[in-house]
């Protein structure tokens, strides 16, 4: 089973989690989101500030990190040609650092799609998606 730690509270990362799910079939794929009560207690072994930076992931007891959660959720439910390219030598360097700018400022990003493609987010106030007031990657209530 792959037991993937996602941000709940960014509407592009959850949006991805649910098409995901979409595709597993077998239900062999677990998302925690790590804004849950207790997280840290629940999972110790992951720390929420690493998992509010890169994608964390638990398979076969290794611990999985970005593009490497991706790659494996979705060759697990059958669509791993859609993911293939992450795993080729240069394609794999750009897309990590890509990835880790995608990562840094995705609630940034959701909040411009939500705005552009007019979808509507139920974390955000006001279409700000990012707490300036506190400068931290958590969403207003």
């Not at 079939?25 to 992951?46: C, G, K, M, R, T």
């Not at 840094?104 to 139920?122: D, E, M, P």
């Amino acid at each position: 089973m792959l037991t993937i730690f996602y941000d709940g509270n960014c509407p592009m990362c959850a949006t991805e989690m649910i098409h995901l799910k979409r595709h597993d079939q077998d239900n062999i794929i677990f998302l925690v989101d790590i804004h849950q009560e207790n997280f840290s207690s629940l999972y110790p072994a992951i720390d929420f500030s690493a998992a509010m930076k890169i994608l964390h992931a638990t398979y076969n007891g290794k611990v999985l990190l970005g593009l490497e959660v991706t790659h494996r959720a979705w060759t697990l439910v059958g669509k791993g040609f859609w993911v293939a390219p992450l795993n080729w030598p240069v394609f794999k360097t750009v897309s990590h650092w890509v990835y880790l700018g995608l990562a840094k400022y995705r609630h940034q990003i959701s909040a411009l799609l939500a705005k552009v493609f007019g979808i509507k987010t139920a974390n955000c106030n006001s279409g700000t998606c990012y707490d300036k007031s506190t400068n931290t990657d958590h969403w207003r209530k």
